[in-house]
C-alpha cells in the first residue's frame, strides 16, 4: 500500500508539470499551449508555476520585453527556461527596453535552469544593463540556479564604474554585465548555493562578464573601504561553479567573484578585456572570497596597465589557489597581489604559465600579505618587453616564498624588480636572460632552463630537456600539489617550473613565423607572415581560402605535431595533417571562431590520435600524405607556433586524457577484492577454494565483523569495476570507428584480452589452485582431485566470472551501439572520436534527460529487480557457465551501462545522493569526509536493515541483539521484508559509497601512481593470480600457528573473539603484496602475457 500511494504521489507530480510555450512571431496572446502560444514575456512574472514546469520560448523568434522570473521548482524537479521549436532554427532572443534594466530576471527563486537562449540588452554606456540578473533580497537561501549554454552579447551597461559619494555605480552593487549574481537586503542574511555557470558565451558586454556581489560582506577580514559599499554583516555563498565559459571583448572585469566561501571557477577563457572601461579590471579575480579555487582557465589580450593582468588575488580573501593557468599578451601582466588595509592571507599560485605578459609578472598593492605561496610557475618573458618580475610599493611586510619558479627572458628588455620587503623568500629559482639580480634571492639557477621550444603560446612548448638543470633541482614545497600542469605526478619529478616529467628530446623543428620568415615551408595559393590578428606580440601566417602550407619531416617510429590554428568561419573545411593521418577543423563550432586553439595530433604505431582545445577529436585516413600539410578549406585560416615533437602522454593543459584516479580507484579496488576473498577463508560468508581450521576455533560472534565487512564491500567494489570497465569500453569502442569501418578489432581485442584469460584461468590457473587447497600433495590426491575437477567444470571458475560478463557486456555493446564515425560524420568532421561534443559549442553541455533520470532514480530500479530475481535466485545461487549470481546483475548491468554512457557527459559516477558535486568535493579533505559519512551511514545501517523485520512483527523487546539471531536464509532472499530490504540497501551503499569513493580518488589520488609496486598496469594480473597466491600465504599461516610456539595463543579466549579478524588483515596484507608482487614479475619476464593483461 505504501508503494502504491508513493507512486500515485510521482504520478501526479508529473501530471502537475506544465509547459508554457512563447513565440514571438505569434499574431496574438494565446493561452501558453503549443497551439496557441502567448506572444510575450510580460506575463512570465504573473504565471501560477510549480516544480518541474517549463517556460519554452520558441526557436527562431525574438522578444523584445524582459523575461522576470520570481517562482521556483524544486531540487528535482525546477522550473526549466529553454527553446522548443524546429533544432535547425536559431536560438530564441531576449533583448530588454530601454526602460528595463535586465534581459533575464530571476528573483529570489530557486532551482531554477535557464539554457540555450540568446540574450541582448543594448544601451549607451550611461545606465545599469545586464543580460542575466540573479537577484535575491531578504530571502534567505536561494539555491540551485543553473544558467548553462547562453549566448550572451552587446550588453552596453555603465562603464567606467564609480562610486561618487559612496554611491556605487556600474559594479558593486547594481552591477552591469553579461552575468550578475547579487544577494542584497537589509533584514534578513540572504545567499547563494550551488549555482552553477556554465558553457556561455559573452561577447561584448560592459561592464563585467560574470559578476557576483552580496549586501552580506562585513566581517573582520573585510577591506575598510568596502564599509562604504556593503551594509550587512557576513553570510558568504557557497558552491559557486562557474566552467567551461567562453569571454571575449569584456568591457571591464573577466569573471570575479565575491562573497563566496569554496567556489570553483575552472575551463574559461577570457579573451579581451578591459576593453575601453576607463577603469581598472583584470581577467579572472576574487575578493572578499575564502577557498576559492581557479584552474584550468585561459586569459589573454588584456587591456591597459590599470591592472590590466590575468588573475588577481584581491583584498579580504583567505586559502585562494591558482593552479594549472594559462596567461598570454596581457598589458598589464600575470598577477595582481592587493590586500589594501587588511592582509591577503594563505594564498597558492602554482603550474601556472605566463607568456609575454607585458608591464608586470607580479604587481602587489599597498598593504601586507600574510603565508603566500608563488611556486612552480613558468614565465617567458619575449623580445621588445621590460616588465617587473615583482614590483610592490615600500615598506610593506610581505610573507611569501617564491620558489621553484622558471623565469626566462629573449630578445631585448630587461626584467626587473621593485622589492624591498625582508619577509619576500626567494628561494631556488631560475632566471635565464637579461633579468637583474636580486639581492635576496637564495640559490638560483643562471644556466638556460632547457625548455622544448620557447617562445611560443603553447604549454607543450615548456617541457624540460633531457640534460636540463631545472630537472629535479626543486626544493620541497609544504602542501604541493600531487600533479602538474600536465597531470605528471609532482613526487617523480622535482623539477623548477610547471612541467614535473622526465626529460623529453629535441623538436625536430620549430616554426614561430615571428622573424616573417616561411623558411622551410613549401606553400600554394596566397600565404603569407602577418602580425598576429589576435594583437598578441610576434607574427602568424595566414592561409587564405583554398591555400596550403606543407612541411617535411624525419620520418620515426611516432611523432606528434603541436599546432596553434584560428579559424575564420565556422565549417571552412580547413585541416592539418601529419602523414596519412589528417584532422579537419571544419567541426570548429560558432564559440571558437576567431580564437587561438591548440591542436596536438599524435601518430604512432599503433594509430593517431588528436586534441583539439582541450578536447579529442576525429582523425581520418589521408592517401598520399607525407609530412606536415596545412590546408585553409574555404575560408582564411590562421596558423602559428608549430613545432614536432617526440611522442609522450597527451596533455593540454585543460583535459588530461588519462584518468590517474581510475587508474589508481581500479588498483585499490583489486586490493579490496583481495581481502575480501581472504575474509571467506577464517569464516566470512562466501565461498573460497580455501578454509582455514582456524576458523573453527571462532566464535560465531568472533565473525560477524567478516560479516559486515564483506556485506559493505560486495554492495559496491564490483559495481564500481563494471562502471570503470564501461567507461574504457565505450572510449575504446569510439577509438575502434574512428579509425576503421568495422568493429571486428574491438571485438578480437576483447576476446584476447578477457576471452582467453577467462578460458586459460579456468583450465589451467583454478586447478592448480585447487590442488593448492588440498590439505596435504600425494600424487593419487592430486589426481584423484583434477579428475574430479575437469569432470564437474561446467562454465568459468573463480575470479574470471567477472571478465567472462563482462566480455558478454563488451560484446553487446558492439553490437547495438551506433557507430561512432558515422554519428561524427552526419554532425560534422569535428567531433571527437573519444568524446562527443556538442557541434556547436556555444549550445549547452547538458546531461541528456534519461540518463540524469538514470544516475538519480536508477537504483530503484535495480534495487526492485534484484529483489524479484532473489525469489529465484537467492544471494549465492550462480548461473553455472558464467558463474554469474543473478542477484547482484542488475547492479552490474546498470553500473556498465552508465560509465559507457558517462563519456562525454561527465567525467564520474555522481549517482542522486550528490548528482553535482560541489567544489569542495574536490577538496581532498572535503572528498575524504564524504567518503567516511557514505561508509558509515552504509554500515549503520546494515544491521537496522537486518533487525527491522523483525523490530515490526514481534515488537522491539523479541528483536535478536546480533545478525545471527535472523534466518539468514530470509536474507538471502524469498517474498519477505528482509529479502527486499536487504536488496535496497545494497543498491543504496552502491549509488552512496560507490561515488563518493570515485570523487575521493579524483580529489586526493588524481596523479599516477608512484608505487613501485601497486601499478594499475599490474593489477589486471594480480586480480587473476590473487587466488592461487592466497591459497598458499594461508596455508602457510596456518601451518604456522598451528605448530607449537603458537598453540596457547590459538587456544586463547582473546583469539577466539578477535583472531579471524586479525588474520584476514594479516594474511590479507600479505595477500595484496603477493599478488602484485607476483603479477609484476611475470609480466615483466613474459612480455606476450603483458599484450594480454
Not at 513565440?23 to 496574438?28: P, Q
Request: charged letters at 15%.
Amino acid at each position: 500500500m505504501v508503494a502504491i500511494k508513493i507512486s500515485l504521489a510521482l504520478l501526479c507530480l508529473g501530471v502537475a508539470a506544465k509547459d508554457y510555450h512563447f513565440d514571438g512571431s505569434a499574431a496574438s496572446n494565446g493561452d501558453g499551449s503549443v497551439s496557441s502560444p502567448f506572444n510575450t514575456l510580460t506575463g512570465v512574472r504573473d504565471l501560477h508555476l510549480s516544480a518541474g514546469d517549463n517556460i519554452l520560448l520558441r526557436r527562431g523568434t525574438n522578444f523584445t520585453q524582459a523575461l522576470e522570473l520570481r517562482a521556483g521548482g524544486s531540487a528535482t524537479s525546477p522550473i526549466t527556461i529553454q527553446p522548443y521549436g524546429d533544432n535547425g532554427s536559431a536560438r530564441p532572443v531576449v533583448a530588454a527596453q530601454p526602460a528595463q534594466l535586465s534581459s533575464i530576471l530571476i528573483d529570489s527563486a530557486s532551482h531554477v535552469v535557464v539554457q540555450d537562449i540568446e540574450v541582448t540588452n543594448r544601451g549607451d554606456n550611461k545606465t545599469a544593463r545586464r543580460g542575466v540578473y540573479v537577484y535575491a533580497k531578504d530571502a534567505g537561501e536561494v539555491k540551485g540556479i543553473t544558467l548553462r549554454g547562453l549566448y550572451i552579447h552587446n550588453v552596453e551597461g555603465y562603464m567606467p564604474s564609480t562610486t561618487t559619494g559612496g554611491l556605487p555605480v556600474g559594479k558593486y552593487a547594481n552591477a552591469s554585465g553579461g552575468i550578475v549574481i547579487e544577494a542584497a537586503g537589509n533584514s534578513t542574511p540572504t545567499y547563494f548555493t550551488d549555482v552553477l555557470v556554465e558553457d556561455n558565451v559573452i561577447e561584448a558586454v560592459g561592464r563585467q562578464g560574470i559578476y557576483t556581489w552580496t549586501n552580506w560582506c562585513r566581517r573582520d577580514a573585510l577591506a575598510q573601504f568596502w564599509y562604504t559599499l556593503c551594509t550587512q554583516n557576513w553570510y558568504p555563498s557557497t558552491g559557486l561553479r562557474i566552467r567551461g565559459n567562453r569571454l571575449t571583448n569584456i568591457g571591464g572585469d573577466g569573471i570575479v567573484v565575491k562573497g563566496h566561501v569554496g567556489a570553483l571557477t575552472e575551463g574559461n577563457r577570457v579573451t579581451t578585456f578591459n576593453n575601453g572601461s576607463g577603469g581598472n579590471n583584470a581577467g579572472i579575480w576574487a575578493a572578499n572570497s575564502d577557498d576559492s579555487v581557479f584552474r584550468r582557465n585561459v586569459v589573454s589580450g588584456g587591456k591597459t596597465t590599470k591592472d590590466g593582468m590575468s588573475y588577481d588575488v584581491d583584498h579580504s580573501t583567505s586559502g585562494t589557489v591558482f593552479e594549472y593557468n594559462v596567461s598570454h599578451d596581457n598589458e598589464g601582466g600575470f598577477f595582481l597581489l592587493c590586500p589594501y588595509d587588511k592582509p591577503t592571507r594563505n594564498f597558492t599560485i602554482r603550474y601556472n604559465l605566463s607568456v609575454n605578459d607585458r608591464a608586470r609578472v607580479f604587481q602587489i598593492c599597498s598593504g601586507n600579505l600574510v603565508g603566500g605561496k608563488i611556486y612552480k610557475n613558468t614565465v617567458i618573458v619575449g623580445d621588445g618587453l621590460s616588465p617587473q618580475l615583482v614590483t610592490a610599493p615600500k615598506g610593506l611586510s610581505l610573507d611569501v616564498m617564491l620558489a621553484d619558479n622558471i623565469v626566462r627572458k629573449s630578445g631585448a628588455g630587461r626584467v626587473g624588480w621593485t622589492l624591498d620587503s625582508p619577509q619576500f623568500n626567494v628561494t631556488r629559482n631560475a632566471f635565464y636572460g637579461a633579468i637583474d639580480t636580486y639581492a635576496g634571492a637564495v640559490g638560483s639557477v643562471t644556466a638556460a632552463p632547457g625548455l622544448a621550444a620557447p617562445g611560443l603560446r603553447d604549454p607543450n612548448a615548456y617541457r624540460l630537456l633531457t640534460g636540463s638543470p631545472a630537472l629535479g633541482s626543486a626544493i620541497d614545497v609544504s602542501g604541493d600539489a600531487r600533479a602538474d600542469f600536465f597531470g605528471n605526478p609532482t613526487a617523480a619529478h622535482k623539477n623548477l617550473g610547471f612541467y614535473s616529467g622526465g626529460g623529453t628530446n629535441v623538436p625536430q623543428w620549430i616554426s614561430a613565423f615571428d622573424d616573417g620568415s616561411l623558411s622551410g615551408w613549401s606553400t600554394t595559393g596566397a600565404v603569407s607572415v602577418v602580425a598576429d590578428p589576435a594583437g598578441d606580440l610576434g607574427k602568424s601566417v595566414q592561409v587564405a581560402a583554398g591555400g596550403t602550407l606543407t612541411r617535411a619531416v624525419t620520418a620515426a617510429p611516432s611523432l606528434h605535431l603541436d599546432a596553434r590554428v584560428r579559424v575564420s568561419r565556422a565549417g571552412s573545411g580547413a585541416s592539418v595533417s601529419l602523414g596519412t593521418h589528417s584532422v579537419s577543423l571544419g567541426g570548429v563550432v560558432p564559440a571558437d571562431v576567431g580564437a587561438w586553439l591548440v591542436l596536438e595530433l599524435t601518430v604512432t604505431a599503433a594509430g593517431a590520435s588528436a586534441v583539439l582545445d582541450g578536447k579529442p577529436v576525429a582523425v581520418a585516413a589521408k592517401t598520399g600524405g607525407s609530412g606536415v600539410a596545412i590546408a585553409a578549406g574555404q575560408a582564411t585560416l590562421f596558423v602559428d607556433d608549430v613545432f614536432v615533437r617526440g611522442t609522450m602522454a597527451t596533455s593540454n593543459g585543460i583535459i588530461t586524457l588519462r584518468r590517474h584516479d581510475l587508474d589508481n580507484l581500479r588498483t585499490f579496488l583489486t586490493g579490496l577484492v583481495v581481502v575480501h576473498h581472504t575474509s571467506c577463508c577464517y569464516g566470512g560468508p562466501g565461498d573460497g577454494p580455501y578454509a582455514s581450521p582456524l576458523a573453527a576455533t571462532a566464535s560465531s560472534a568472533a565473525t560477524a565483523p567478516l560479516l559486515y565487512l564483506n556485506a559493505f564491500d560486495q554492495s559496491f567494489f564490483m559495481g564500481l569495476f563494471f562502471w570503470i570497465s564501461g567507461r574504457v569500453s565505450a572510449q575504446s569502442l569510439r577509438r575502434a570507428d574512428a579509425t576503421s569501418r568495422t568493429r571486428w578489432g574491438f571485438v578480437r581485442s576483447k576476446l584476447l584480452r578477457l576471452g582467453l584469460p577467462s578460458v586459460a584461468y579456468t583450465l589451467v590457473v583454478h586447478p592448480a589452485v585447487v590442488v593448492a587447497a588440498l590439505p596435504r600433495w600425494t600424487l593419487p590426491l592430486v589426481r584423484r582431485r583434477l579428475a574430479d575437477y575437469f569432470a564437474t567444470v561446467n562454465g568459468v571458475k573463480g575470479p574470471v566470472w567477472y571478465t567472462a560478463n563482462l566480455l558478454l557486456l563488451d560484446l553487446a555493446a558492439a553490437l547495438t551501439v551506433p557507430n561512432q564515425a558515422r554519428r561524427s560524420s552526419s554532425c560534422g568532421a569535428g567531433e571527437s572520436a573519444k568524446e562527443q561534443q556538442p557541434t556547436d559549442r556555444s549550445a549547452p553541455r547538458r546531461l541528456p534527460f534519461w540518463y540524469d533520470v538514470a544516475r538519480r532514480w536508477g537504483w530503484v530500479g535495480v534495487a526492485g529487480a534484484s529483489f524479484l530475481v532473489r525469489l529465484r535466485y537467492p544471494v549465492g545461487a550462480t548461473i553455472k557457465p558464467i558463474a554469474l549470481q543473478p542477484c547482484y546483475a542488475a547492479q552490474y548491468i546498470f553500473a556498465y551501462a552508465m560509465g559507457f554512457a558517462s563519456l562525454g557527459l561527465e567525467p564520474t559516477f555522481t549517482g542522486p545522493f550528490a548528482p553535482d558535486p560541489a567544489p569542495a568535493d574536490r577538496v581532498p579533505s572535503a572528498a575524504g569526509r564524504r567518503l567516511i559519512t557514505a561508509s558509515l551511514v552504509s554500515l549503520a545501517s546494515l544491521p537496522l536493515i537486518w533487525l527491522l523485520p523483525r523490530l515490526l512483527t514481534s515488537g522491539a523487546h523479541s528483536a535478536p541483539h546480533a545478525p545471527q539471531g535472523i534466518e539468514m536464509a530470509s536474507v538471502l532472499g524469498g517474498w519477505n521484508l528482509y529479502a527486499l530490504l536487504h536488496a535496497v540497501w545494497n543498491e543504496a551503499s552502491f549509488v552512496l559509497v560507490g561515488p563518493a569513493l570515485m570523487a575521493y580518488f579524483e580529489a586526493s589520488h588524481g596523479a599516477a601512481a608512484t608505487s613501485a609496486l601497486f601499478q594499475a598496469k599490474d593489477s589486471y594480473g594480480a586480480f587473476l593470480l590473487h587466488m592461487a597466491v592466497s591459497v598458499l600465504v594461508e596455508k602457510a599461516l596456518d601451518a604456522l600457528l598451528t605448530s607449537r610456539p603458537f598453540g596457547a595463543l590459538v587456544n586463547c579466549a582473546a583469539w577466539r573473539a578477535s583472531g579471524m579478524v586479525v588474520m584476514t588483515g594479516v594474511a590479507g596484507a600479505l595477500n595484496v603484496v603477493g599478488s602484485f608482487a607476483t603479477a609484476k614479475f611475470l609480466l615483466s619476464k613474459l612480455p606476450v602475457l603483458r599484450r594480454i593483461v
